[in-house]
């Protein structure tokens, strides 16, 4: 017998998975970021859903810690931070492609960041106004060559803030010093009011690279680029998951997709309600000795196996205690994950799946 269509949604039952962010410690960031920003004031990345962590989470938190410079890569995400805070203090990196685009940012009052020629005439030619601009100084991706300054269009520009982007600044490169030069360079040939080259890692390097206003983003989520950063930078990311089933294994049993891991003995396992679809990816997986671990009090759980889509499998040898239903905890340190699993910091972070709930810590 097929069941009737709900004529109102229930109320969904408590997830078995959730992500937990420290207010307090992202809060935390971006006042060090910005005090280490010296004579400068930090901003704030938010793209991406500020890293996975939830712009409606993060957001409050830097505005209230006192930041008042947002920026966003696609203009899609500006709704969400403006519900927060004034569409002034938003800027959106991809510039603008369309008339469209140009059409949006003038009546919202966002600062599109003009990254080519092309970017220039549209946004001249369409009205014009309060504009940022990317100077390429060796990165290759968005941002106007040397060259490029000297357009009319670009000219034409009503500039706040002239800023580029280091390539290197999370290794003791001499790229960085060439890119400083570089921006040092052209900052007189376009009238602007403020200068930007800084990121989290850029922040490290000294006061040299801070300019006017640094552009934090990785360092404010509890990303750690540079060992500089390490005693100011606190984890915010949490992961909990509920063990969904536990049971016995035999010497020489395999466990999960593959068969990766043989058990060296008897064991007791128990099943996580995490998996690659909430951001957990196999990189995380072990087979043999190694690999990610979950954590039970000071216990450590490690994961044996491949993880699966919905589920990971852990060693429950030194938490008999633990049963169906209780919670394990995924360590979120993005220093020690990334050495774990070779992830980036930043991938750890933006990869985080729909299914985990973010709640305050």
């Not at 404010?220 to 984890?235: D, N, Q, S």
């Amino acid at each position: 017998m097929q069941g009737k269509p709900l004529r109102e949604p229930l109320r969904n039952p408590p997830p078995t998975l959730r992500l937990t962010v420290d207010t307090q410690a992202l809060a935390s960031n971006w006042r060090a970021l910005n005090t280490m920003s010296g004579a400068a004031v930090a901003g704030a990345a938010v793209k991406a859903d500020c890293y996975g962590l939830g712009v409606d989470t993060c957001v409050p938190v830097f505005r209230d810690a006192g930041c008042e410079h947002f920026l966003v890569a696609h203009w899609s995400e500006v709704a969400d931070v403006a519900r927060h805070v004034p569409p002034a203090q938003i800027a959106v990196l991809h510039g603008v492609l369309t008339p469209k685009d140009a059409a949006y940012a003038r009546a919202s009052g966002v600062a599109p960041v003009i990254n080519s020629v092309y970017q220039a005439k549209l946004w001249i030619e369409s009205g014009g106004g309060r504009c940022h601009v990317m100077v390429d100084t060796g990165i290759n991706r968005l941002g106007l060559s040397q060259d490029d300054l000297s357009d009319a269009s670009v000219q034409a520009l009503e500039v706040d803030v002239l800023m580029s982007h280091l390539a290197c600044a999370d290794e003791d490169s001499a790229m960085n010093a060439r890119q400083l030069e570089r921006f040092k360079d052209v900052r007189g040939a376009l009238p602007h009011r403020t200068l930007s080259l800084a990121n989290s890692a850029g922040i490290a390097l000294g006061s040299g690279y801070h300019f006017d206003l640094t552009r934090p983003g990785l360092s404010l989520y509890g990303g750690v680029p540079r060992a500089e950063l390490g005693e100011a930078i606190k984890p915010v990311a949490g992961i909990e998951a509920a063990i969904l089933q536990t049971r016995d294994i035999s010497a020489g049993e395999s466990v999960g997709y593959n068969a990766r891991f043989t058990a060296p003995r008897d064991m007791r396992v128990g099943v996580v309600s995490l998996g690659y679809a909430d951001g957990v990816l196999r990189a995380w997986g072990q087979s043999g000795g190694g690999g990610g671990s979950f954590q039970h009090g000071e216990t450590r759980l490690p994961m044996l196996g491949t993880v699966s889509m919905d589920m990971i499998v852990a060693d429950l040898t030194e938490a008999p205690e633990l049963r169906e239903g209780d919670w394990v905890s995924l360590p979120y340190s993005l220093q020690n994950a990334a050495q774990q699993t070779t992830l980036s910091q930043y991938e750890l972070l933006t990869v985080l799946g729909k299914r985990l709930r973010s709640v305050n810590g």
